[in-house]
């Protein structure tokens, strides 16, 4: 009991996401005496439905996918995990034995608000006792609580998306993973070429055009439902491994990656054009301006930003309803090149 006890302070004392599901997987990889726990996150695209690794704890060590840097390899159809794809539909513990390895595959759904957001896999050489599985339900639910209090401090309460504070955190963890492979990693290696052309991130900031009009016109009820069928509409357009902020008002902020900036170009496009056909209640027609810019590994967070806010000016001062690169901008003329810092500081 006290050796349980340990294992859910230690759990407990996390305030990131990774490191409460690593601790959850190790704390029953040591339970139950598994061979190895796998946390699985569920995914939707259309009506195809996807299992993404997140976590794999076994005989070897701890194995965690960076999402800020993971390019998909770890994504397969739930229809390829047939107790997988059970336990999702079913919302329900599925058992199913392997016969050629012997070994048990023991899956637990993990459901908040009715939907079912993952699936804990515990592989076993024999099936889970009733102990076993009270205790393996019991750290499901510490998890699923725990990470229900982050959700409510992590996003805004109107949208659902990522809120501001989470911003910083979350764009760091993407610098700091960037510099850390571009300094561990030779320049002409095959990690450091795929980096190059499937690894980069992009940052574009989205501004509602018009938007007082909306509240004045329709009042802030009518307001408050363009911005939560915008989000929607973010939701849909973006996948799951893209970052969606909400900054305040009628400001968001995505944060993608994509190999190359057509591909950027494609996406925020899409997403403008189904804002812009989007009959919205009573409202009627609403469009939305964007600016863009690269991240680099040397940026600090509010050069990204300044950048992206600088092609959202130029896009909102020229026409709105459009998007812009900074890059773009700055390569043909069109906004003026900043003055980097010479290092010598004036206090005012």
Not at 60 to 85: C, F, H, K, N
Not at 142 to 164: A, F, I, P, Q, W
Not at 263 to 288: D, M, N, W
Request: glycine share 8%; net charge negative.
């Amino acid at each position: 009991m006290i050796h349980v006890l340990k294992h859910v302070e230690s759990i407990t004392q996390h305030r990131d996401r990774t490191l409460l599901e690593l601790g959850v997987a190790s704390a029953l990889f040591e339970l139950v005496k598994a061979l190895e726990v796998n946390l699985y996150k569920v995914t939707e695209h259309g009506e195809d439905i996807f299992l993404t690794q997140v976590v794999h704890v076994g005989p070897e060590g701890v194995r965690y996918v960076q999402e800020e840097l993971s390019d998909g390899e770890e994504t397969i159809p739930v229809s390829q995990r047939p107790e997988m794809a059970a336990c999702v539909e079913q919302n329900q513990i599925v058992l199913r034995h392997l016969a050629a390895s012997g070994q048990y595959l023991h899956c637990f759904p993990i459901q908040a608000e009715r939907r079912t957001l993952g699936v804990l896999e515990v592989v076993c050489s024999t099936q889970l006792s009733e102990e076993n599985l009270g205790t393996a339900e019991g750290f499901l639910g510490l998890y699923r609580n725990y990470m229900s209090l982050l959700d409510y401090s992590e996003r805004d309460t109107l949208t659902g998306l990522l809120n501001r504070k989470t911003f910083d955190e979350n764009l760091g963890k993407i610098l700091t993973a960037l510099a850390v492979h571009r300094n561990s990693v030779g320049d002409d290696s095959p990690l450091r070429r795929r980096q190059q052309d499937d690894g980069t991130h992009w940052l574009a900031v989205l501004d509602v055009d018009h938007f007082k009009r909306i509240n004045d016109q329709f009042g802030h009820l009518y307001g408050d439902e363009v911005l939560l069928l915008l989000a929607r509409l973010m939701r849909d357009c973006f996948r799951h491994q893209d970052r969606l902020f909400r900054f305040g008002g009628e400001e968001f902020v995505i944060v993608l990656r994509a190999g190359t900036q057509g591909e950027v170009v494609h996406a925020l496009e899409r997403l403008r054009e189904t804002i812009e056909s989007y009959p919205f209640p009573q409202v009627g027609q609403v469009t939305v301006s964007m600016g863009y810019t690269h991240i680099r590994p040397q940026d600090t967070i509010p050069e990204i930003v300044g950048r992206a806010d600088e092609a959202l000016y130029f896009a909102k001062e020229n026409g709105r309803n459009q998007i812009a690169c900074h890059e773009t901008l700055q390569a043909d003329g069109r906004i003026a090149t900043r003055e980097q810092p010479n290092g010598s500081m004036e206090l005012f």
